[in-house]
């Protein structure tokens, strides 16, 4: 984990949340059936989500932030990334 | 009996929730950012859009200084009410068991429905017979709820579900066509339709007044 | 100023001006305009906010009545309804925002004659939309437009607690380029407690409020609603507004608390021409002049020039007058509510509106010449001398029997049942709905003490391109109609006159005739003009769409326990058609469906027997005579017996006798029928009043009728299919 608490230098991170296998995603299927209409075939298991891009001082903390509050682990799984140094500094 | 109803940025029908359980009792309205539950004898958290169901439906509001003394109340055993979005609330507070997710037709859907008593003798549903049927509005676009099957068996051996969807009136996918359930002390109760829109003939049906009668029932007996 | 890089007049008319409104602007100022000033002098000088093609014709309107609390030129009007209250209630359109992205376009909308509501203290109880667009079934476009609408319409209102409790929407051809997307807003308040807009106060602190400004829709009002859309490429188009109605509805909350606690001097929302319209129309209404320093409005991206910030219309945002004693308290209280204020300015006695970047001024104006003196164009109608809109493709074959001509009716897209429309709408949030959609003929809002409002909003498109006098007077008496029916008697109107290009002759007379039998029918009905709005400039590549105004109405009825309904309720009741009725196929549905070209003109009327057959019918519902009242209106006379069977989910026989043509009969349209149902003694009591005649009665399980040979036996569930056509366009 690339956490730097206290260092003054933010970190952009990106959060990808999507509907938990199992868990049925109506946009996702609207979607789905949508594609082929306009001649896409084959395209299977589409599943609609949430992109989250926060700039954080202590990357250590967004897993926490991610169960208490940017997604509902009961029926959406996440996953972190870590896209490096932002350009600003933290105030 | 004293209603306590919470009001967030985003709340719609906190004055509907006030004017319904203004007919069995006294009722306020407690402001998210205040910590002080004026003595209520039972909260209700209301309808609307609560910080315009941003990220997730519920999932701000839930973190509002006047939702963790109404956390620690419910645990205190205080009767919690959550009506739609406070229904939503109540689920991601951890409150109630299950999640509330966007309906299968992908739309707000506003109807009357038929909503089957399924457990009688909670503190909400008391002054109702077994499975009567209460004429009430539905109006939201999450309300699909969700909980994993073992954990639906063991609400459903529990006495947990307290209200359903009448045969082929559920518009939302809802598993096992659930429209309302309750904690394990049955003290917290949450549901998608609307009974504080079933109080007058007038402007629909007054069999959403069962569950503000019920409530008034139970808090008689605990307090009085 | 610096005078360095003066815009020269070349831009001016790309920004919409003309060559003569650039000069005049010139001689106002004394010098050209610069940057800011000219994109100010351009928005205000637009159509869209200076109604220079529109204005000398609405002042033909009648605006006065007795229950006129506030008339044309505020936020919106309102009407005295009891109890020291007042319904403020205004329509607005929102067509080429629409067109461009109809979720965001109709949200934006609603938003936006929302805020006219509260702008002047009013708490906004209830909305009713009124959508055209081309003909669903065979536009992919028009199922995308009408989609879009529906939900944006919906989310906006539904997140904002205020129920849709109404509307309308229809389907032809000449909306198929340039749809309609209109709503009406109404709210109720304290009427001595209404705030107007005129800044005031020497000296007191301009406080603007709610969101922050952003480079939305910047030339949406001069270019999107001034100009033909066909005419604008994509890179022409402004930037799309977003509407978030969660800070509107703290919006909304921080204004009437400002108000209730009596902190603000004025109130105005931002709307078309954001801070400069808003600005100028304060400072214009108050005879004052206005400061502003752009580099104190919070903004969403820094480098934001002043003619931008200026300009830009971002949405949920208040502007307010404040005495500097209370500045604090009100700062404090749009931080209660998060939709935190700034003071961007002050009120001067110099008569200009100046616009400062911190110390340096970047423009310097005349309020009058801003607001008053743009030039006021008369129109030069001529009536065409040809059909201007094409005959729509036959839908209904020559051969086909009344019975499958009422099921083809009852399928229509235009007489359909709206149930997949407002279900997507809350209309029933904050207790006040007695009658919900597809109830009543109108909506029917209790009032505290008793008594209630009846709401409706009608157009007819079809009908205007006809004949637009008697067309647009059809319009408005079908209004009063669909109050008649719930009990309410008309305080007041406000339209939307949503036209073509009124430069063109032929758009300028089917204007100038609607115009006039607008006054005539609210004249006639007492129901004056208490507000409205205009959109011109309604065509696309193939064409103008129908001339179109939008009439709604606001009536009142005294007891809301008795307000009537649509539907059929009583087994053994008679029906009876009530009422001057003189049916016609040209222009209807039916001739629609058939593929008939427009007719030239529709039949006179005599507006005074309608008005009376009206009066008849309210007073029937106010004694509690009747089990239904249904106005007529597309379908004609079976369609509304079929309409109030279903509602009622009750059957009916209906026998017209020896009718001379029994298509017209059953199936044609004009202004002034009923069909009511009642106890047999009731109706007979009703015919001592008006013209009336008792053709069936109400039973069973079927739709029975008869008229000169055409006979339709048709079992309730199969109309109900018909009936229910819409929902494949929502599948």
Not at chain 3, 270 to 278: D, K, V
Request: overall charge negative.
């Amino acid at each position: 984990m690339a956490g730097t608490l206290g260092s003054g230098v933010l970190m952009r991170v990106r959060v990808l949340v999507r509907p938990k296998a199992g868990i049925l995603d109506p946009q996702g299927v609207a979607v789905e059936q949508a594609l082929p209409a306009l001649g896409f075939s084959g395209v299977t298991d589409v599943r609609i989500g949430r992109l989250i891009e926060l700039e954080v001082d202590d990357a250590s903390q967004v897993e926490e932030m991610c169960r208490k509050l940017l997604a509902n682990p009961l029926v959406e799984d996440y996953e972190v990334q870590l896209l490096g140094e932002a350009s600003g500094t933290a105030a | 009996m004293k209603f306590g109803v919470l009001q967030f940025p985003g709340s719609c029908d906190e004055a509907d929730a006030q004017l319904a359980a203004g007919r069995v009792g006294e009722a306020v309205l407690l402001w998210h950012r205040d910590r002080d539950l004026a003595g209520c004898d039972a909260i209700i958290v209301p309808g609307g859009f609560s910080y315009g169901d941003y990220l997730r439906a519920g999932a701000i509001a839930r973190f509002s200084p006047m939702m963790e003394e109404v956390i620690a109340f419910a645990r205190d055993g205080g009767l919690v009410l959550g009506i739609c979005n406070g229904f939503q609330v109540l689920c991601e507070a951890g409150l109630l068991p299950g999640a509330l997710l966007q309906n299968t037709n992908r739309r707000f859907t506003s109807r009357q429905v038929h909503l089957e008593v399924v457990s009688p003798d909670t503190p909400f549903t008391r002054a109702c017979a077994p499975g009567e049927l209460l004429s009430v509005p539905a109006k939201h676009g999450s309300g699909r709820y969700y909980a994993p099957d073992d954990q639906l068996d063991a609400m459903e051996a529990a006495g947990q579900i307290v209200v359903r969807y009448a045969p082929g009136e559920c518009f939302n996918g809802s598993a096992r066509d659930i429209a309302g359930v309750c904690n394990e002390a049955g003290n917290v109760f949450g549901l998608m339709p609307h009974p504080e829109h079933a109080v007058d003939a007038l402007t629909g049906s007054t069999d959403g007044l069962r569950i503000f009668e019920s409530m008034a029932l139970a808090a008689g007996g605990a307090h009085v | 100023m610096s005078d360095a890089a003066l815009p020269t007049v070349e831009e001016a008319v790309a920004l919409g001006l003309t060559r003569d409104e650039y000069a005049l602007v010139c001689t106002k100022l004394d010098r050209p305009p610069n940057q800011v000033e000219l994109a100010m002098f351009s928005l205000l000088w637009s159509e869209h906010c200076a109604y220079k093609h529109s204005k000398k014709l609405l002042m033909t309107l009648p605006t006065e009545g007795p229950f006129v609390v506030m008339g044309p030129g505020e936020n919106a009007g309102a009407v005295d309804v009891g109890n020291g209250l007042a319904c403020a209630f205004k329509v607005e359109s929102h067509n080429h925002p629409s067109a461009v992205e109809p979720f965001q376009g109709a949200a934006t909308g609603v938003g936006g004659i929302l805020r006219d509501i509260f702008a002047i203290g009013a708490r906004p109880i209830a909305v009713l939309d009124s959508l055209r667009f081309g003909n669903p079934l065979t536009s992919e476009r028009s199922r995308f437009l009408l989609d879009g609408a529906v939900s944006g319409i919906g989310h906006y209102g539904n997140s904002m607690g205020v129920p849709t409790v109404g509307g309308e929407v229809y389907f032809e051809e000449p909306y198929e380029q340039n749809c309609l997307v209109n709503a009406m807003a109404l709210g109720l308040g304290e009427t001595e407690k209404l705030v107007r807009s005129a800044a005031a106060g020497v000296g007191n602190v301009l406080v603007l409020y709610g969101a922050s400004t952003g480079r939305d829709g910047i030339g949406g009002a001069s270019v999107l609603a001034s100009a033909e859309l066909g005419e604008l490429s994509e890179d022409k188009r402004p930037t799309v507004q977003v509407g978030d109605p969660f800070e509107e509805s703290k919006l909304l909350e921080c204004s009437l608390e400002l108000l209730e606690r009596g902190l603000i001097v004025a109130l105005q929302d931002l709307g078309a021409a954001g801070l400069t319209s808003s600005a100028s129309e304060m400072a214009s209404k108050g005879e004052v002049g206005i400061d502003i320093d752009v580099a104190t409005v919070p903004l969403r991206e820094a480098d934001m020039e002043p003619f931008e910030i200026m300009v830009s219309e971002s949405q949920e945002r208040m502007l307010c007058v404040v005495e500097p004693g209370k500045l604090a308290e009100v700062i404090a209280l749009t931080d209660k509510w998060e939709v935190h204020g700034t003071a961007i300015g002050s009120v001067t006695d110099t008569g200009h509106m100046r616009i400062f970047r911190g110390e340096e001024l970047v423009g310097d104006m005349s309020v009058a010449a801003l607001v008053d003196d743009c030039p006021l164009y008369d129109l030069s109608p001529a009536a065409p001398t040809q059909q201007l809109y094409p005959a729509p493709a036959a839908v209904l074959g020559e051969d086909a029997d009344a019975q499958e001509a009422l099921l083809t009716l009852l399928a229509s897209p235009n007489i359909a049942s709206r149930r997949p429309l407002f279900e997507q709408y809350d209309s029933i949030v904050q207790s006040r709905t007695v009658r919900r959609p597809e109830e009543a003929d109108a909506a029917v809002l209790q009032l505290p003490g008793g008594g209630g409002l009846g709401v409706s909003i009608d157009g007819n498109g079809r009908k205007v391109a006809a004949d637009p006098y008697w067309g647009t007077i059809a319009v408005v008496l079908e209004c009063a109609s669909n109050l008649a029916c719930v009990g309410a008697e008309p305080l007041g109107t406000t339209n939307n006159l949503n036209f073509g290009n009124p430069e063109k002759p032929h758009i300028a007379w089917q204007l100038t005739e609607a115009v006039r039998g607008l006054g005539a029918a609210c004249r006639a009905l007492d129901a004056p003009i208490v507000g409205g709005n205009v959109s011109l400039y309604n065509e696309g590549a193939s064409g103008p769409i129908y001339p179109t105004p939008v009439i709604g109405m606001v009536g009142r009825l005294p007891d809301v326990e008795r307000a009537g309904r649509l539907g059929f309720a009583q087994e053994g009741d008679a029906i009876a058609l009530v009422g001057p009725f003189r049916p016609a196929l040209p222009a209807s549905e039916l001739a629609r469906l058939r593929g008939e070209a427009l007719p030239d003109g529709l039949p006179e009327l005599d507006i005074l027997a309608v008005r009376s057959a009206q009066e008849a019918v309210r007073d029937a519902v106010r004694e509690g005579l009747l089990s239904s009242a249904h106005d007529i209106a597309e379908g004609g006379l079976l369609v509304a017996v079929a309409e109030s069977a279903l509602a009622g989910s009750i059957g009916a026989t209906v026998e017209l006798g020896d009718a001379d043509d029994a298509w017209t009969a059953l199936f044609g349209e004009a202004p002034g029928g009923f069909v009511v149902s009642g106890h047999p003694a009731a109706i007979a009591q009703l015919a001592e009043r008006v013209e009336l005649d008792i053709i069936g009665a109400v039973g069973g399980e079927r739709l029975h009728a008869q008229a000169a040979g055409a006979a339709v036996d048709v079992a309730l569930a199969d109309l109900r299919e018909a009936h229910g056509a819409l929902a494949q366009l929502f599948a």
